[in-house]
T-cell receptor, first 114, second 111 residues
Framework: EAGVVQSPRYKIIEKKQPVAFWCNPISGHNTLYWYLQNLGQGPELLIRYENEEAVDDSQLPKDRFSAERLKGVDSTLKIQPAELGDSAVYLC????????????FGAGTRLSVL | DQQVKQNSPSLSVQEGRISILNCDYTNSMFDYFLWYKKYPAEGPTFLISISSIKDKNEDGRFTVFLNKSAKHLSLHIVPSQPGDSAVYFCAASAGGNKLVFGAGTILRVKS
């Protein structure tokens, strides 16, 4: 069975440019998460989806970040415009249901903003 | 406010010996704890978990111990192998909500 798939793996952009990350969760997993991981730190939750609904987006900087999960499967995270401080690894994870439990992570997208 | 703390940034052990990774938490509402392992350029991989109703969970070479009164958990790896060299993250959740991660501990197993 395929794991969580993320693309692209790496992205280099100039500041003020837009960027988008894509995530395909494990089949049958209703809960999807986007995390931000800065160097030397653990992942921090940006947004959590239960099917199509964003149930926790309290940590998402809504002035420049947006996310969507159409049809309750794939998800896209967008940054517009990107800032230097957005350079980090963006991780997507999924789990079976809203009970939390084990989350399975993708390999992440490493973003460099120049 | 760091709710989950891994105070040792790195740990080095000899192959075949025991590795002990520690984690402390402050939120008494946490009821589920997990350990993830991360290799370079890969996402975190689930290793082992424990519910707050237990004080020990074992899976092969990996054992997690939970001391609720001290708000402390530890991961024991016995025997340690060179392939165990990775970054280990402790994570916790309350009532099935978001995972809160520690900053990680780099484990290096020397052969």
């Amino acid at each position: 069975e395929a794991g969580v798939v993320q693309s692209p793996r790496y992205k280099i952009i100039e500041k003020k440019q837009p960027v988008a990350f894509w995530c395909n969760p494990i089949s049958g997993h209703n809960t999807l998460y986007w995390y931000l991981q800065n160097l030397g730190q653990g992942p921090e939750l940006l947004i959590r989806y239960e099917n199509e609904e964003a149930v926790d987006d309290s940590q998402l900087p809504k002035d420049r970040f947006s996310a969507e999960r159409l049809k309750g499967v794939d998800s896209t995270l967008k940054i517009q415009p990107a800032e230097l401080g957005d350079s980090a690894v963006y991780l997507c994870a999924s789990s079976l249901g809203p009970g939390g439990g084990i989350q399975y992570f993708g390999a992440g997208t490493r973003l460099s903003v120049l | 406010d760091q709710q989950v703390k891994q105070n040792s940034p790195s740990l080095s052990v000899q192959e075949g010996r025991i590795s002990i990774l520690n984690c402390d938490y402050t939120n008494s509402m946490f009821d589920y704890f997990l350990w993830y392992k991360k290799y370079p350029a890969e996402g975190p991989t689930f290793l082992i978990s424990i519910s707050s109703i237990k004080d020990k969970n074992e899976d092969g070479r990996f054992t997690v111990f939970l001391n609720k009164s001290a708000k402390h958990l530890s991961l024991h790896i016995v025997p340690s192998q060179p392939g165990d060299s990775a970054v280990y993250f402790c994570a916790a959740s309350a009532g099935g909500n978001k995972l809160v991660f520690g900053a990680g501990t780099i484990l290096r197993v020397k052969s």
